[in-house]
């Protein structure tokens, strides 16, 4: 019977040694799909920072193309019919304003817009970019982070620049307010 023990012994080393290399095998490849994701979700990342930033550039040219002097009433500035004045028709009759843009047929970019600004409104302080970027619930860690906090940035800035908000420092901003000279249109 020693000698069935030894083959048993011998069988059972080869399964271990077996089983070795295919867990070694398998941890090389957990390392590997790793690296690959980390790539993908880079690539994911600049991939959706690019597109909001080329939705953006799309949006501004469009809306400055469809704002000229002949331009219906809905502008996606953000000034709304009441900064510009009742609306007309050919003939040259008021009529009612065009209705807002519901936020679930609006871009992708002008939800982000509407977001921030939502966010900086109901604040009550100053926030920093990735406090935002927090707030509307994209990612503010990792390169899918830095992303996101790039692209909320740029659109902080573009609404900066609209005077929808302020930025009493660099990277702080908070909502304009209509007193203070900085909002479009604001009586």
Do not use: W
């Not at 469009?62 to 609306?87: L, M």
């Not at 692209?151 to 302020?166: D, E, I, N, P, S």
């Amino acid at each position: 019977m020693v000698s069935g023990e030894a083959a048993a012994v011998e069988g059972l080393r080869t399964a271990v040694d077996f089983y070795a290399d295919k867990a070694a095998r398998l941890r090389q490849q957990r390392v590997d799909l790793e690296k690959e994701l980390a790539q993908v979700d880079a690539d994911l990342a600049s991939a959706s920072a690019s597109h909001d930033h080329l939705a953006a550039a799309l949006e501004e040219i469009t809306a400055g193309a469809e704002s000229g002097p002949d331009a219906p009433g809905d502008r996606s500035d953000g000034e709304g019919a009441e900064a510009q004045g009742p609306a007309s028709d050919e003939n040259g009759a008021a009529r009612p304003a065009d209705p807002p843009q519901q936020a679930a047929t609006a871009p992708r970019n002008l939800q982000l817009g509407q977001q921030v600004l939502q966010v900086l409104a109901t604040a009550g302080r100053p926030l920093r970019v990735k406090e935002i970027t927090e707030a509307i619930g994209r990612p503010v860690s990792g390169k899918q982070g830095a992303a996101a906090i790039e692209t909320t940035r740029k659109t902080c800035k573009r609404h900066v620049t609209q005077g929808r908000a302020v930025e009493p420092e660099p990277g702080v901003l908070a909502i304009a307010s209509a007193d203070s000279g900085h909002v479009k249109g604001a009586a």
